[in-house]
Each structure stands twice: as C-alpha cells, then as structure tokens.
C-alpha cells in the first residue's frame, strides 16, 4: 500500500481507427473489420478485436489479413475522423497532468508522480486504491468524450505501464506495481522486451531461451558476447528497471508522405500530378503543427524494388505549398532526366523542422535574403485551402495540377 513513489501511466485506444469505424455505423459492431486499403498492395491500418482472432493484425497485407478472414469488412479509412477523436482523447489526458507524452495519435505516457497529491487529497484515499480510481476515472472520462475503448496501464516507469496496458486489452485496467515486478516478468515470453523483434527471438529460441526468466539464467556476459551491449538493455528492463523520463514533446524530425502504386507508373505528367497532391498534403501538415522546414526529399522505389531518394535545402525555413512544389518539381525533373522506368512507390518528406517562430529571426535580413518567405498572397492562399480542408476533410479541395490523382 505504500508504492506510489514514480508513477506512470500508460493510456492506449483499443484498434482506435476500427473502434470509431464500428461507433459511428452500427452495422459494423461486433463483426470482424479492418481499416486500409483494399488494392492487392493495400495494407490494414487496423484490425478490430473481432477479425483479430482470426490472427489479422495492423500493418499485415490486406490480401493475406482477408484470406486470415474473408468475411471481414473492409473499410476506407477517414483520418479526419480519427484525428478529431485523438485530440478529444489527449484533451481528456492533460486534464490530469499536464505531463502527457505522445507516442502516437491513439496512445501516450502520463507522468502522474506530482500530482497524485491533489487526487489523494480530493478522493481521501492515497496509494493502490488512488491510481486504481484515477485509471477508471480516465477510462470513464475517455468514454464520455469520444464514446471509445481505452485500456490504462499504471507501474512505476514506462515500460512497465506499456506492458500493463499491454495485459489488460481490450478495454482494460492493470496496476502493475514495480516491486513485483521482477517475479511477475519471469514467466512472460522475452518478446515483451522492447527491441526483441522476430528474428532476435528466433536466435534466443536456438540457445533455448524463451522466457525472461530463462534469459536472465543465461548470464549478461554471454548474452552481450552474441548480441552486442544492447542486451544488457534487455537485462535491465527483464528486471523491471527503466529510467526514461517522459517527454512532453515528442522531437518531430520529419513529416512525410508516400505511397505504393497499385499498378507501375511511368508517365511523367501523371506522377507530377501525384507528387504535387503529396507536397500539397505534407505542407498543410506542417502548417497544423506550426513548424517550417529547412529541407525536401523525394523517394523513388521502381519496378525492380530499387530504391533512390534525391534532396534540397532550402534557403530558408518556409511551409509555403508554392515554395516546396517547386523545390520537389526540380527534384522530380532532374530525376526523370537521370533515370528511366516506371514507379512502383513515391514519396516526400520535409526535414530540417522547426517550430514557426523562428521564422522572425529573418524578419530583419537583407530582401535577397528572406525570398524563400510566403508572400502575402500566397500565405492567404495557403490559409484559405487549410481552413477549407479542415472543414470539409482532406482531399476537398486541390491545385488543377493535381487532379490527374483522380
């Protein structure tokens, strides 16, 4: 009864983009969907619990997840559906800390250590029975807001509460407390361990180790011989030790945009037309998180499966649509200069991000030197198709030159 020292909770939506799909039609409740695309290279973006049984999974091919199930629903995701649930969902969580870690748009880490003070003091309870009651109140207030499925881990750091959340899908609340947790992790398969992906387990499986607890049997010293000083990682955290703080911004470094063909593309006018509905789509995204950008990369994936990827720097920072079309236009017909053959992929990030504000630190530059700046009437143009955008949802409205998309 005595824990609560560092708390950490760990909030995460149940197949979020499945659960607002079955909310807001009823038709779907119950039944087995999935969410992607449904072209021979579509992929499932998520699988609800019902088509999960099947052994469906998000980031499966959509072909193999139908022939898992083939009476799934597929349906066409709406992401501005599941970004105004999101952010519903993360106004919900800063409403009990304002120390909210965003891993992804349907899960975070709350670090909840300094204000337990105030619900100990509200609810007159204090230790297990005051996290227990904030994790049901959270789960509750999530319901109220979006009418979704949220699963709570509590523990004293963050792998421990990601791995309680983990435990308690779907729909679920676990307190794991940390001093436990060194004989609770023992009989857990060692792929609850971050960074064991498949293939390490396969390796671990040849020296017979399965289980956390057989790991730790088999010594730190042999284990860091065949897998390098990452495995005293896996140590520490088989243990139940993790001192990561929690960040309150997650570091941006890129914002991006590709897709697979779903037949090869070859035209140039056509995959102009593409690239500029893609830069149109990652300018507006940098506009929404108030960042600029310093440079462009373009990806081009061909037929064979070869992969080549050409850049720009900018001059200055800018989140101009105008601006970076025409660095990427250059980049696409120097390109199309140096290489022939149709795409199979395509894709542009932005990089070198920062936040808008620096943008006044070239206010007071010589006039050569601020030209990458939006003009005037073109920050109204941008302006006007994000608020058009916003309203009406993505692809509402587009520049001419790319409506060869449709």
């Known amino acids: 009864m005595s824990w609560p020292g560092r708390t950490i909770m760990h909030v995460d939506m149940d197949a979020f983009f499945a659960s607002v799909e079955q909310r807001d039609n009823p038709a779907l409740r119950a039944k087995p969907v ?40 597929v349906v066409k995701g709406n992401y501005g559906k599941y970004s105004a649930a999101s952010k519903a969902v993360f106004d919900v969580l800063r409403t009990f800390t304002p120390d909210v870690q965003p891993i992804s748009v349907d899960e975070a880490f709350m670090e909840m250590t300094g204000t337990l003070h105030i619900y100990e003091k509200r609810w007159g309870v204090s230790g297990l029975p005051v996290l227990e009651k904030i994790g049901r109140t959270i789960k509750q207030r999530i319901r109220e807001a979006v009418d979704l499925p ?5 523990s004293g750091n963050k792998f421990l509460a990601k791995l309680s959340s983990d435990l308690s899908k779907p729909d679920g609340l676990k307190i794991l407390d940390p001093r436990d947790a060194e004989n609770e992790l023992a009989p857990m398969p060692v792929g609850v361990i971050y960074g064991l992906g498949p293939k390490t387990q396969d390796r671990l499986r040849q020296l017979e180790i399965k289980s956390i607890a057989e790991m730790r049997a088999f010594g730190e010293e042999r284990l860091v011989s065949r897998f390098g000083e990452q495995a005293r990682d896996w140590l520490r955290l088989s243990r139940g030790e993790d001192n990561r703080p929690v960040r309150l911004e997650r570091e941006q470094k890129s914002i991006g945009k590709e897709r697979t063909f779903f037949d090869n593309i070859g035209d140039p ?55 970076l079309w025409a660095a990427a236009a250059d980049l696409l017909t120097k390109w199309l200069h140096e290489r022939r053959g149709a795409l199979r992929l395509m894709g542009v990030s932005l990089h070198g991000l920062s936040g808008e504000e620096q943008l006044d630190l070239f206010a007071a530059l010589p006039a050569e030197q ?37």
Not at 37 to 59: D, H, I, L, T
Not at 291 to 313: E, H, N, P, V
């Open 34 to 73: 999935l969410v992607g695309g449904a072209s021979k290279r579509g992929v499932v973006a998520a699988a609800s619990y019902e088509s999960r049984k099947f052994g469906c999974r998000s980031a499966m091919p959509m072909a193999q997840a139908l022939r898992l199930c083939p009476n799934a629903i």
């Open 150 to 154: 949220a699963s709570v881990g509590i």
């Open 269 to 323: 006018e056509e995959l102009r037309s593409l690239l500029l509905g893609f830069t149109e789509e990652v300018a507006r995204s940098l506009r929404e998180d108030k960042l600029t950008c310093r440079g462009i990369t373009l990806k081009f994936r061909l037929g064979d499966f070869s992969t080549f990827t050409r850049s720009a720097t900018l001059d200055a920072p800018t989140d101009s649509t105008k601006i």
């Open 370 to 406: 601020t030209q990458v700046r939006t003009s005037g009437k073109q920050k109204k143009v941008d302006e006007t198709t994000d608020a058009i955008v916003q309203k009406f949802g993505r692809g509402s409205i587009k520049r001419g030159g790319s409506l060869r998309d449709e």
